[in-house]
């Protein structure tokens, strides 16, 4: 079992649609999470990042967290055409980070 | 501005031959990082280093090789006994090391590798 899963996708959903990422883990040692945004060609680019469980808002962008059920989320809302990338979850521990495989998200116009 | 730069973009490269990408910031980050990421899979870590000197393996060092005889430089070789060496690789830097998942990574544009 990867210690880390999250669907690649690809997701494709219409512009000013709400979108959910989700990215599951196994090991209750990771006390740290994030969300990376990737463009084609790019680096990834850090979205969020937060340590707890609950919400955490950033404009259009929450990142969900349950402990409980060891599930992330990334919602968007109001998508746009440049929320087109992919989406990596990062869990980290005190020694080490993992990254999902990515979910590949398409805004149609 | 400050950030992470990476060359060259594209390299190709024949087989049997070592090559080295180039990984250099500005943003006086203590720790560097070397990632590979391959279509599915996610970015897994080839060598990280805390301090000048000193580096330590990642979960797929074999094959690899780095150095760090600069804060701002954490050039990558490619050797020939790495087997599947075709991937798009990324360097990342934050402020402290470890490989703690407490630490923020700023990425490099990265380098897209094709071997021959």
């Known amino acids: 079992q990867k210690e880390v899963e999250q669907d690649p996708g690809p997701l494709s959903v219409p512009e000013g649609a709400i979108v959910s990422l989700n990215c599951t883990y196994s090991?209750?040692?990771?006390?740290?999470f994030m969300w990376y945004r990737q463009y084609s060609r790019k680096g990834p680019e850090l979205l969020m990042y937060?340590?707890?469980?609950g919400n955490k808002e950033d404009g259009r962008f929450t990142a969900q967290v349950d402990k409980s059920s060891k599930y992330i989320s990334l919602f968007i809302r109001d998508s746009q055409p440049s929320d087109s990338a992919t989406y990596l979850c990062?869990?980290?521990?005190?020694?080490?980070?993992?990254f999902g495989s990515g979910t590949r998200l398409s805004i149609r116009p | 501005d400050g950030g992470i730069t990476q060359s060259p973009k594209y390299l190709f490269r024949k087989e049997g031959q070592n090559v080295t990408l180039s990984c250099e910031q500005n943003?006086?980050?203590?720790?560097m990082y070397w990632y590979r990421q391959d279509p599915g899979q996610g970015l897994r870590l080839i060598y990280y280093?805390?301090?000048?000197?000193?580096?330590q393996k990642g979960d797929i060092a074999e094959g690899y090789s780095v150095s760090r005889e600069k804060k701002e430089s954490f050039p990558l070789t490619v050797t020939s006994a790495q087997k599947n060496p075709t991937a798009f690789y990324l360097c990342?830097?934050?402020?402290?090391?470890?490989?703690?998942?407490?630490?923020?990574?700023?990425f490099g544009a990265g380098s897209r590798l094709t071997v021959l």
């Open positions: 943003l006086n980050h203590d720790a």
């Open positions: 090991n209750s040692a990771f006390q740290y």
């Open positions: 280093s805390q301090i000048v000197n000193d580096f």
């Open positions: 990062a869990i980290g521990s005190a020694s080490k980070i993992i």
């Open positions: 990342a830097s934050s402020t402290t090391g470890g490989g703690s998942g407490a630490n923020v990574l700023t």
């Open positions: 937060t340590y707890s469980s």
